[in-house]
């Protein structure tokens, strides 16, 4: 039985490793790319918005912060449904410190983010700014 020197198993295993990381890159972003699409009009208007009044609590791209949920998890789980996001968002929730943007943005402007919100849930938008149709 002949067993190979430390030295020689080195090379092996590290181009072992390099081959399995290439192939879950190549696999995990062959996936993304098939539920990607580009962002209707309302999902666009609805990023943009959200950039502009949201991330800064919720974080980029919807995906939580320091300071509040990650909203695609809340919309995933259909425990806010349109309705009651547009109630929310309206009303704000001030005992979590959450402040009402019904001063701010319209029931449409609501409806847009809330379109980008379901879109990011869903997988068919990717993170950072989505492409228009």
């Given at each position: 039985?002949?067993?190979?020197s430390?030295?020689?198993?080195?090379?092996h295993?590290?181009?072992?490793l390099?081959?399995?990381?290439?192939?879950?890159?190549t696999q995990?972003?062959?996936?993304?790319?098939?539920?990607?699409?580009a962002a209707?009009k309302?999902?666009y208007?609805?990023w943009?918005?959200?950039?502009?009044?949201?991330?800064?609590?919720?974080?980029?791209?919807?995906?939580?912060?320091?300071?509040?949920p990650?909203?695609?998890?809340?919309?995933?789980?259909?425990?806010?449904?349109?309705t009651?996001?547009q109630?929310?968002?309206s009303?704000?929730?001030?005992?979590?410190?959450?402040?009402?943007?019904?001063?701010?943005l319209?029931k449409?402007?609501?409806?847009?983010?809330?379109?980008?919100?379901?879109?990011?849930?869903?997988?068919?938008?990717?993170?950072g700014?989505?492409?228009q149709?």
């Amino acid at each position: 039985m002949r067993f190979h020197s430390r030295g020689s198993l080195q090379p092996h295993i590290a181009l072992a490793l390099v081959m399995v990381a290439i192939g879950g890159w190549t696999q995990s972003a062959a996936a993304q790319n098939q539920q990607v699409r580009a962002a209707t009009k309302a999902e666009y208007d609805g990023w943009r918005r959200y950039m502009t009044t949201c991330a800064r609590c919720h974080g980029d791209d919807a995906v939580g912060g320091v300071m509040a949920p990650d909203l695609r998890k809340s919309v995933a789980m259909d425990t806010m449904n349109q309705t009651s996001f547009q109630s929310t968002v309206s009303e704000g929730r001030p005992a979590k410190g959450m402040p009402s943007f019904t001063s701010t943005l319209s029931k449409e402007h609501i409806d847009a983010i809330y379109a980008y919100l379901r879109a990011r849930a869903a997988g068919q938008l990717p993170a950072g700014r989505p492409r228009q149709q």
